[in-house]
């Protein structure tokens, strides 16, 4: 009797066990509301600029949801810093909200402070921005007007080849085991 609660027990707990590790991660779709305005979008946003993209990078975050950043030469600014390069991040596509960019292209970019794609504020646009190809863009320059040249010259490409929290989180992991495993058997021998 004891031996069968005990291998009902170990099968509820190898269960509830697998379900947990194995469980599926949250995902959410993306939904928008009616298209802002060219003002109501500007107003909103922390960065406004027009540029071509340099490079499109696709990043792994420490949650396992894949986002993208992309690295712009920026050729005019409406708002924002005034430097010649900026950092946009997204998400990679489909339900996330992210915005497909791609390389050697330019874009009209309206960017705002988020953490949605990462574990700290970063300038993000997604789909429900009016970020849109800059031959697509005629009604929002009508209304932009020229903008300005940037003043700051800036390199960014390194940022983008930074080091993945991912691979940071992995790195600490196995330090953290081979610094027990050593200590274990340090022990073990005494």
Request: hydrophobic share 40%; glycine share 10%; no cysteine.
């Given at each position: 009797m004891v031996r069968r609660v005990l291998s009902l027990i170990l099968m509820v707990v190898l269960g509830c066990s697998f379900i947990t590790i194995f469980h599926a991660a949250n995902a959410y779709a993306c939904s928008c509301a009616m298209p802002q305005?060219?003002?109501?979008?500007?107003?909103?946003?922390?960065?406004?600029?027009?540029?071509?993209?340099?490079?499109?990078?696709?990043?792994?975050?420490?949650?396992?949801?894949?986002?993208?950043?992309?690295?712009?030469?920026?050729?005019?600014?409406?708002?924002?810093?005034?430097?010649?390069?900026?950092?946009?991040?997204?998400?990679?596509?489909?339900?996330?909200c992210g915005f497909n960019f791609e390389k050697g292209k330019e874009y009209?970019?309206?960017?705002?402070?988020?953490?949605?794609?990462?574990?700290?504020?970063?300038l993000v646009t997604i789909i429900c921005d009016r970020t849109a190809a800059l031959d697509q863009a005629h009604e929002d320059l009508a209304v932009l007007g020229e903008g300005n040249v940037p003043t700051k010259k800036v390199q960014l490409e390194g940022?983008?080849?930074?080091?993945?929290?991912?691979?940071?989180?992995?790195?600490?992991g196995f330090v953290l085991v081979g610094t027990s495993i050593v200590f274990i058997r340090r022990k073990w021998r005494k």
């Open positions: 305005t060219v003002e109501a979008q500007f107003n909103r946003s922390e960065a406004v600029f027009a540029g071509r993209v340099l490079d499109v990078n696709e990043q792994r975050n420490v949650n396992g949801s894949m986002t993208k950043a992309a690295r712009f030469e920026v050729s005019r600014i409406w708002k924002g810093a005034s430097q010649s390069q900026f950092i946009i991040h997204t998400g990679s596509g489909g339900g996330d009209l970019v309206y960017a705002g402070r988020s953490s949605m794609y990462g574990d700290k504020e970063l940022e983008l080849s930074r080091m993945q929290p991912v691979a940071l989180v992995a790195i600490v």
